[in-house]
């Protein structure tokens, strides 16, 4: 099992699918253009069109890797990428292809399988050839092993093998198939537009494409378009839902809508909620942009505190957050923000950030902004300490890359070289999101505390695969 340490995929992916649009293509491209800011490595597109599928997929930006591409067909699905590991080549790039003499099949995923190498290790026993270091080819070589079912039964069978978190798309020939695992861990957004039915990970992408959105898929849902219809199922077994808490501070678009609420709003009453944990005496409040100004801007309005946007950022930086190796998310935080001196200079600051998790960006900001003559740094995170790994796609493999796994709150806020550091509690962060969505109870905070694993089923992790 060592062997294959080093290749698992632990990513934050988008997904978007299209069934019946006479340009299925151009309406994937959109979308996925919508979906980049979660995945900047790689993308691609498979269209179907008569019995045929037509695939282009590489590494680098929408803009970059898709901007030309056009392929006839009513069917499409699409994929962004950010991976840590496995490598940045194309051969890791998503949707993943198998065909034979009879059927075709296309997936992409979002997520992460927890129980990816024991699987794959007994595929290879059986004699399974593997192309790629990427969870999703495990999905893929199961749903191969049962093509001779009815695409509904093919997916639950493989599906049913499977443990971590996903929301996952299948072109199976002429047909479209949407999973979401049993925790609801990754979000899946249906929608319409002009009679045809849209598949995302973020209700921006429908937005983008004019579609309006009919629901979020349930944990455990499964959704199948054959013959213009669509028809409901389930997975047979019931887990308690988890949807990822990241999706509500940072990895979401805040111009899109999960559970139910804007996540502009959420984020901006996480902000005023935060003006309530240890008040700091200041001048003007500061967020670190982008993803950290609808809590900057709530906690100075809770907190009668002038808002200013003192840091500017450019947008060709990319997340710093996602980035592969220490070294590069240094550099770019280094080119990514600026600081307009004569707003901060001889002033007491509140910076405000939605997130904190290795420390990188906010020990950039600080300096910058002590570089700039502020008298006071006051650092508020409107999200808990990061306490834990995660065991389900978010990129903190063990609790050591963490500061506060190491380190109190104050010597982490004096390595900061900030004035004063305070979190929200895992307790009032939860209260904010479950007051303000309409979905279902259940988020997961296993990175906020000493959590346990994702609870197992029945199936082992190391048990050997049977031939379906």
Do not use: W
Not at 131 to 150: C, F, G
């Amino acid at each position: 099992m060592e062997e294959y340490a080093d290749k698992r995929i632990r990513e934050e992916c988008g997904i978007f699918g299209v069934y019946q649009h006479p340009d299925a293509c151009g309406l994937t491209r959109l979308g996925l253009l919508s979906l980049q800011h979660r995945g900047e490595e790689s993308c691609g597109i498979c269209v179907h069109n008569e019995g045929e599928y037509i695939m282009h997929k590489g590494v680098g930006s929408v803009d970059e890797v898709l901007p030309r591409f056009q392929a006839p067909g009513n069917l499409a699905i699409g994929h962004v990428r950010y991976s840590t590991s496995g490598g940045i080549i194309e051969r890791n790039a998503q949707p993943l292809l198998y065909q034979d003499d009879i059927h075709r099949i296309a997936i992409c995923t979002n997520g992460h399988i927890s129980n990816a190498v024991s699987l794959r290790i007994a595929l290879e026993a059986d004699g399974v050839s593997f192309h790629t270091a990427n969870d999703a080819e495990v999905i893929l070589r199961l749903l191969a092993l049962a093509l001779s079912n009815h695409p509904l039964s093919v997916v639950k069978s493989a599906v049913s093998k499977l443990e971590g978190a996903f929301a996952l798309l299948v072109m199976y020939d002429d047909v479209l198939i949407a999973v979401q695992d049993p925790y609801g861990y990754r979000p899946l957004m249906l929608g319409a537009k002009d009679g045809s039915y849209i598949l995302a990970s973020e209700t921006c992408a429908l937005d983008t494409i004019g579609a309006h959105l009919l629901e979020q898929l349930k944990p455990g849902q499964i959704l199948l378009f054959d013959g213009g219809e669509m028809v409901r199922d389930e997975l047979e077994f019931k887990l308690p839902r988890r949807l990822c808490s990241l999706e509500f501070i940072y990895f979401s678009r805040q111009d899109s809508y999960l559970d139910g609420v804007r996540l502009h709003i959420l984020r901006m009453e996480l902000g005023r909620r935060l003006s309530q944990v240890e008040r700091a005496e200041a001048d003007l409040v500061v967020a670190i942009p982008e993803s950290g100004i609808p809590a900057a801007m709530g906690y100075a309005q809770h907190a009668g505190i002038p808002y200013a946007a003192a840091i500017l950022h450019s947008r060709y930086m990319g997340r710093t957050f996602i980035q592969p190796s220490e070294a590069v998310r240094e550099a770019k935080a280094s080119l990514k923000y600026r600081v307009i001196s004569e707003i901060v200079q001889n002033r007491r600051v509140v910076v405000v950030d939605d997130s904190l998790v290795r420390g990188t960006t906010c020990s950039h900001v600080v300096e910058l902004l002590k570089a700039a003559g502020a008298s006071e740094i006051h650092v508020r995170i409107s999200s808990p300490p990061f306490l834990n790994g995660c065991s389900c796609g978010i990129d903190i493999r063990s609790p050591e890359e963490l500061p506060l796994a190491r380190m109190s709150t104050e010597d982490l806020c004096s390595s900061l070289g900030a004035d004063s550091l305070s979190f929200l509690a895992v307790q009032q962060f939860v209260q904010v999101i479950e007051d303000g969505k309409h979905g279902e109870p259940g988020i997961c905070t296993q990175c906020f505390r000493a959590a346990k694993p994702l609870p197992e089923r029945s199936i082992s992790n190391s048990v050997a695969l049977e031939a379906t």
